[in-house]
């Protein structure tokens, strides 16, 4: 059987997480309380009439701060029974996730007569952390729409159940800030910025003008050789250690043009070994 709980501050996008596990054929089931999770066994389901070998539970702060503390050791045990089990966790800055319920206008299941949706938001990441410590991958949702994050959660449990190891290749551009939780930043700001050619301003590296032009300058194609060489040379070694999840960023000034480009190109060469690489351009959403 094989267990996935997801996990995560209020906001972070848990219920999509749910909604697209749930499409790739698990048994889904939220705000499980966590006192129930030692419980969960494929005896369990079948007593239940539900013949299922595949299950997601959803799990939150509303659990009691005493089972919350325990949580490794519910999961150990669970393992321990055999049971194939992996946390994933969800998170985001405080700013989105207070921007979020001010656009949803929802409430936060933390919040009460007491309680600020500020505090509230922090008394989560704070009750949380021992699920956050000992989740086996960790998911900044800070920067991601609700499609990408599908994406992310498909790539990441698709691989993981093929042994394969799956790569989140993500363009960005500097102007804006280093993106979050990635395992190798590359910078590409030395390469001709196409952004000064009138023509090829307002188009991106995803257009074959511009594609072109990057191509005739020769220090293009090195840096990709170069990208390309290192990653290629490193990825089966986090295979070996059980990684299941790499992201790897590639930056240039605005995010639109160089970065986009070697992305698409990185992308290209690598699916020809791992055929679970997703691909985000950060700045053409």
């Not at 959803?58 to 194939?84: P, Y």
């Amino acid at each position: 059987m094989r267990l996935i709980v997801v996990s995560g501050l209020a906001g972070s996008g848990k219920s999509v997480a749910l909604h697209m596990l749930e499409d790739l054929g698990y048994y889904c089931i939220d705000n499980l309380p966590l006192g129930l999770l030692s419980d969960v066994s494929v005896d369990t389901l079948n007593r239940q009439g539900l013949d299922f070998d595949r299950l997601a539970v959803g799990i939150d702060a509303r659990s009691r701060r005493g089972e919350i503390a325990g949580f490794q050791d519910r999961v150990q045990s669970l393992r321990d029974g055999g049971i194939e089990i992996e946390v994933i966790y969800l998170h985001a800055d405080t700013d989105t996730i207070l921007r979020r319920y001010s656009e949803t206008r929802r409430k936060h299941p933390l919040t009460d007569d007491q309680t600020s949706l500020i505090d509230a938001v922090h008394n989560d990441r704070d009750l949380l952390a021992p699920i956050a410590e000992s989740a086996d991958v960790s998911i900044d949702t800070s920067q991601t729409n609700i499609h990408q994050l599908r994406d992310i959660i498909r790539n990441r449990v698709e691989g993981g159940a093929s042994g394969e190891l799956s790569i989140l290749l993500q363009s960005f551009g500097f102007k804006y800030g280093l993106p979050q939780a990635v395992d190798f930043v590359f910078d590409v700001r030395c390469l001709p910025n196409p952004h000064w050619i009138p023509e090829l301003r307002e188009l991106t590296g995803q257009d074959t003008p511009v594609a072109e032009h990057l191509e005739a300058q020769p220090q293009t194609l090195a840096m990709l050789d170069d990208i390309h060489g290192f990653v290629s040379r490193w990825l089966p070694d986090f295979a070996r250690e059980n990684r299941a999840y790499v992201t790897i960023a590639v930056g240039c000034t605005g995010g639109k043009h160089r970065s986009v480009y070697i992305i698409e190109q990185l992308a290209r060469r690598l699916r020809e070994t791992y055929a679970q690489t997703l691909v985000r351009h950060n700045e053409l959403h």
